[in-house]
T-cell receptor, first 112, second 113 residues
Framework: GENVEQHPSTLSVQEGDSAVIKCTYS??????FPWYKQELGKRPQLIID?????GEKKDQRIAVTLNKTAKHFSLHITETQPEDSAVYFC???????????FGKGTRLSVIA | NAGVTQTPKFRVLKTGQSMTLLCAQD?????MYWYRQDPGMGLRLIHY???????AKGEVPDGYNVSRLKKQNFLLGLESAAPSQTSVYFC????????????FGSGTRLTVV
């Protein structure tokens, strides 16, 4: 089955700097890679996703890149703001009927 | 449009007691899931369902049972609660197909004493 590793587990950045979170996956058949943001005490919410036929996707200050050869994908947040502080989870799915497999999460702290 | 609704939001159980967590979705999603979230452990899949009347085991199914009698509802049961089941439980649903993300419920914080 799929296995997803996520690094780092914690990340602190100064407001305005960029943040990068990296994930690797094991199953070369995986083709859907979402990212979730979970604020303290709240539910995880989908912030961006990428499919295996796309190398990069952007949405304002957030971007995700995918390297299928190396089996890794990354979340990039530019011009970080205090409200970006949260736990971020990456995930991967290897077939239509199987559930997403999540990484263990990255706690991002943006210091004002 | 409520999305995914979980009840109850909080519960304290004594060891050995039983309870059922209810998840309801109004998006006509085929797939539903139960996860538990513990500090440093991420989201671990307990059970899931790919359609009405079907259930399957996830990563950590022991001590839990589930039922999906109606498409919109997915129930998680604890027959004899243990302190190790103290956790935050999230239900999620998704549309058919591998390229759809999840919609999560707001979670149930369960404490077993």
């Amino acid at each position: 089955g799929e296995n997803v590793e996520q690094h780092p587990s914690t990340l602190s950045v100064q407001e305005g700097d960029s943040a990068v979170i990296k994930c690797t996956y094991s199953d070369s058949a995986s083709n859907y890679f979402p990212w979730y943001k979970q604020e303290l005490g709240k539910r995880p919410q989908l912030i961006i996703d990428i499919r295996s036929n796309v190398g990069e996707k952007k949405d304002q200050r957030i971007a995700v890149t995918l390297n299928k050869t190396a089996k890794h994908f990354s979340l990039h947040i530019t011009e970080t703001q205090p409200e970006d502080s949260a736990v971020y989870f990456c995930a991967a799915r290897d077939s239509g009927n199987t559930p997403l497999v999540f990484g263990k999460g990255t706690r991002l702290s943006v210091i004002a | 449009n409520a999305g995914v609704t979980q009840t109850p939001k909080f519960r304290v159980l004594k060891t050995g007691q039983s309870m059922t967590l209810l998840c309801a979705q109004d998006m006509n999603h085929e797939y539903m899931y139960w996860y538990r979230q513990d500090p440093g452990m991420g989201l671990r899949l307990i059970h899931y369902s790919v359609g009405e009347g079907t259930t399957a085991k996830g990563e950590v199914p022991d001590g839990y049972n589930v039922s999906r009698l109606k498409k919109q509802n997915f129930l998680l049961g604890l027959e004899s609660a243990a302190p190790s089941q103290t956790s935050v439980y999230f239900c999620a649903s998704s549309a058919y197909g591998r390229e759809y993300g999840y919609t999560f419920g707001s979670g149930t914080r369960l404490t077993v004493v």
